[in-house]
C-alpha cells in the first residue's frame, strides 16, 4: 500500500478548512452526533490518527482527557502549534504505538483506520487498548457508497475495479494513498473476531451515491436542517448501511467472560 503521510501532511495546512466544504461537513457532523451517543463518562479517549486535533478540540471540551496518536509529519506540525491542557500526544504509527491494556474508557479511528496494512489486526490492538466496558469507535469509506458514485458517474471499468479488489485510492495535490474499503460485514466481522459485543454499523450520508456530492451539495446549502433530518433517518435504519458514504461502527468490550449486555 502507498502511505498516506504525505498526503496529509500537504494537506495538513488547510485540513480544518477541508470539512467546510458541505458534503464534510455533513457526515462530519452525522458522526459527532453518533460518537456523543458512546462517550464514556470519566476516563481516557484514545483518538487513533488525530490528525490537527479537530476531534481532540471536541472531547477536550466534552471534559475528557485525549490521547493522540498521529504519524503525519504536517499533521504533528499543525498538532504543536497548540497548547491543549488534557491532551497527550504519541508520535507513530496505531499499528505500532505501545498503550497499556485496558487502559482507555475509548479508542476512535475517524477516518484513518482504512490506510493500515491489516485493519483486522488493528481492531484487535483498539480492543485491548479499551477497559472492559469501553467503547471501539471507527469511521471509514464505503465500498458500496464508492462503486455507486462510480458507475452513476459513468466509470464502470473503476467501479468494478474497486468492487474486485476492495481498495481505493485518495489522490491529493499530487499525492497518493491507498486505502481499504469496507462493507457492513467486513466492519462487523473485524469489531466481532476481536471480541467486542453491542456492535453497530450505521452509513453516513446515504444520499450521496443517488444524488452526486454536486447534487448533494446544492440539496445542504438549501436547506442544511431539512437534508440532516433525512440523512438521520436513513442511517437510523441498520439495512441503508452500506449505501452510505461512510460507514462508522461502534463495538463495546465486554465486562466480563460471556458478558453480552
Given amino acids: 500500500m ?3 503521510q504525505a498526503l496529509y501532511s500537504a494537506l495538513a495546512p488547510t485540513y480544518q478548512e477541508h470539512f467546510e466544504v458541505p458534503h464534510r461537513r455533513a457526515y462530519d457532523t452525522l458522526a459527532w452526533e453518533r460518537v456523543r451517543r458512546v462517550l464514556p463518562g470519566r476516563g481516557p479517549i484514545v483518538d487513533a490518527g488525530c490528525g490537527v486535533g479537530r476531534w481532540v478540540e471536541r472531547l477536550v471540551g466534552a471534559g475528557h482527557t485525549v490521547i493522540g496518536i498521529e504519524q503525519s509529519p504536517g499533521m504533528l506540525a499543525e498538532l504543536r502549534r497548540a497548547d491543549r491542557p488534557g491532551f497527550t500526544l504519541v508520535e507513530g504509527s496505531m499499528e505500532t504505538a505501545e ?3 485496558g487502559s482507555a474508557a475509548m479508542v476512535m479511528a475517524l477516518g ?3 490506510y493500515t496494512a491489516d485493519p483486522e489486526a488493528t481492531v484487535r490492538r483498539f480492543a485491548r487498548w479499551v477497559r472492559p466496558g469501553g467503547r471501539v469507535v471507527v469511521l471509514v ?5 464508492l462503486v455507486l458514485e462510480l458507475l452513476r458517474d459513468g466509470r464502470p471499468t473503476e467501479a468494478t475495479e474497486r468492487l ?3 481498495m481505493g485510492v485518495w489522490r491529493v495535490d499530487g499525492q497518493h494513498a491507498d486505502m481499504h474499503l469496507f462493507d457492513a460485514a467486513r466492519l462487523r466481522r473485524a469489531f466481532e473476531d476481536a471480541g467486542l459485543t453491542d456492535v453497530e454499523v450505521h452509513g453516513l450520508l446515504v ?3 443517488p444524488l452526486g456530492v454536486g447534487r448533494l451539495t446544492e440539496e445542504l446549502q438549501r436547506d442544511w436542517d431539512a437534508h440532516l433530518a433525512l440523512e438521520r433517518e436513513l442511517l437510523a435504519d441498520p439495512a441503508m448501511a452500506d449505501a452510505g458514504k461512510q460507514l462508522l461502527a461502534t463495538g463495546r468490550r465486554p465486562t ?3 458478558d453480552e449486555g
Fill in 2 to 4: 502507498r502511505p498516506s
Fill in 112 to 114: 484513518s483506520l482504512q
Fill in 141 to 145: 469509506d464505503s465500498l458500496m457508497g
Fill in 256 to 258: 466480563s467472560d460471556g
Fill in 164 to 166: 474486485r479488489t476492495r
Fill in 207 to 209: 444520499t450521496a451515491a
Fill in 99 to 101: 498503550l497499556a491494556e
